[in-house]
């Protein structure tokens, strides 16, 4: 079996061989470990998530061993390490991304760099909102986990946060004739851009590859009207009626962004942000044009890798 090749049946056979009956007390020790070494401060974040503060000085992302903080990132779906000394250059982000799997290569290599750009031809590089969605939806396989270092922070006041949706409690806490609803409706999604030109079909309601728990597969339509958004992809929605649709839309985002589900992160230069793919949508809030927002971003591939199962072409 190639990695080129894996279902989400496989992912799921695959991640219980890997947790075997003498791992869970090896793993849980070792989380332990993290959350009450004392140079670190631990505290949730709200809604979800969970936040590693440095208390010295001199303290590197790489010193947090891995396997725990992957462990973290499956319980909570978000980690945060603040005030860490970080990575100098995109080549030692990518290297440190490798402990954590395989990283998934684009025609520019691992990183990308998340700077706005002057003449945009994608609203990924302008300054705009960008409406949730998931991560490797156009491409051949599904990155378990995004890895965001902010090199340069957009300023307090200028915007710019990366949004996250907790589609498991969304899907817990809304009424299920609500759920059975959005149940109904699957999205075809086609994007054309410089990396891919591409079609994916996904229901909005579908399953974790690895456990099973319900998760949301959604690419937000752009608002109405909206001209100065860069690229709009083509999205279309069926299974229900046009005005079922519509309140499904409605329905939908509300429950994405309800502040129960819904985190909004600030960033701060220095952040690092490792957030779960397979449970989280992901956006961003608009920022000032010009504001020296810059992140980079690497995705990294379960073990074994998820062939995208809604990949058409």
Request: net charge negative; with cysteine; glycine share 6%.
């Amino acid at each position: 079996m190639t990695a080129e090749h894996v279902t989400a049946e496989h992912v799921a056979a695959e991640h219980d061989a890997q947790t075997a009956p003498t791992a869970p007390a090896d793993a849980a020790s070792a989380v332990d470990d993290v959350l009450t070494d004392l140079r670190y401060a631990v505290a949730p974040i709200e809604p979800f998530g969970l936040a590693i503060q440095a208390l010295e000085p001199g303290l590197h992302v790489r010193d947090l061993p891995v396997a725990p903080l992957r462990s973290l990132v499956r319980e909570h779906h978000l980690v945060l390490l603040r005030d860490f000394d970080s990575f100098d250059g995109p080549d030692e982000l990518s290297a440190y991304c490798e402990r954590w799997g395989e990283p998934s290569v684009w025609p520019f290599g691992t990183v990308l760099e998340l700077v706005e750009q002057e003449k945009p031809q994608d609203h990924i590089f302008d300054s705009s909102y960008m409406p949730m969605h998931w991560d490797g939806m156009y491409r051949e396989q599904i990155p378990e986990f995004q890895v965001f270092q902010c090199v340069n922070a957009p300023g307090a006041e200028n915007g710019g946060e990366t949004t996250f949706s907790h589609t498991t409690a969304v899907l817990e806490r809304t009424d299920p004739r609500t759920v059975a609803q959005w149940s109904q409706v699957t999205g075809t999604y086609h994007r054309a851009m410089e990396f891919y030109n591409s079609v994916t079909v996904s229901p909005i309601v579908t399953t974790h590859p690895v456990h099973g728990a319900p998760v949301i597969r959604y690419n937000e339509p752009t608002a109405a009207g909206d001209a100065g958004f860069v690229n709009h992809p083509d999205l279309q929605f069926t299974g229900l009626p046009d005005d079922g649709i519509a309140e499904m839309h409605r329905s939908l985002r509300a429950a994405l962004y309800d502040p129960a589900h819904f985190y909004a992160h600030s960033w701060r230069t220095g952040d690092v942000v490792f957030a779960d793919n397979y449970t989280l949508l992901h956006g961003r809030n608009a920022f000032t044009s010009g504001a020296p927002r810059h992140l980079r971003r690497v995705q990294v591939l379960g073990t074994p890798a998820l062939d995208n199962p809604g990949l058409v072409r």
